[in-house]
């Protein structure tokens, strides 16, 4: 079964995005900060990230920044899903390590989508 982490410090928005992938089939970690979701994905090695951006100490940014240098971690897909959604954060996003930037809102499929065309 596919793992995917999710860190988002909005309580809604983690549920919303673990029901969808829960719904469909992958087993859903979550982690309300980046710092922690580092170390969840240090000791669980999920075959994805959904991250946040703007998180209280440290950002999906730095999350996945951290994720791509570490070498135990650098192989995990990482999709970067914010309401920042101007070219220079996607272009910012992508430049950190992220495989795909999807900009909140987004439905159930178009989220499904994004997982897929990573091949998970």
């Given amino acids: 079964m596919t793992t995917v982490l999710v860190v988002d410090d ?4 983690l549920e919303l995005i673990n029901s ?8 859903v970690i979550k982690a309300d900060n980046a ?8 000791t669980n090695l999920p075959d ?12 999906g940014f730095e999350l996945c920044r ?12 990482i999709i970067i899903c914010s309401s920042k ?4 954060d996607k272009v910012w996003g ?12 987004f439905g159930k499929q ?3 989508t994004v997982v897929q065309s990573l091949g998970l």
Avoid: C
């Fill in 20 to 27: 969808y992938l829960e719904d469909s089939g992958y087993k």
């Fill in 110 to 112: 178009e989220l499904l």
């Fill in 35 to 42: 710092k922690d979701g580092f170390d969840i994905a240090m």
């Fill in 94 to 105: 992508m430049r950190q390590g992220a495989d795909v930037y999807l900009t909140k809102p």
């Fill in 48 to 59: 994805a990230v959904i991250t946040d951006v703007v998180m209280p100490g440290m950002s």
């Fill in 66 to 77: 951290q994720l791509k240098r570490n070498p135990v971690t650098q192989k995990i897909r």
């Fill in 10 to 13: 909005t309580p809604s928005q």
């Fill in 85 to 88: 959604d101007g070219n220079i």
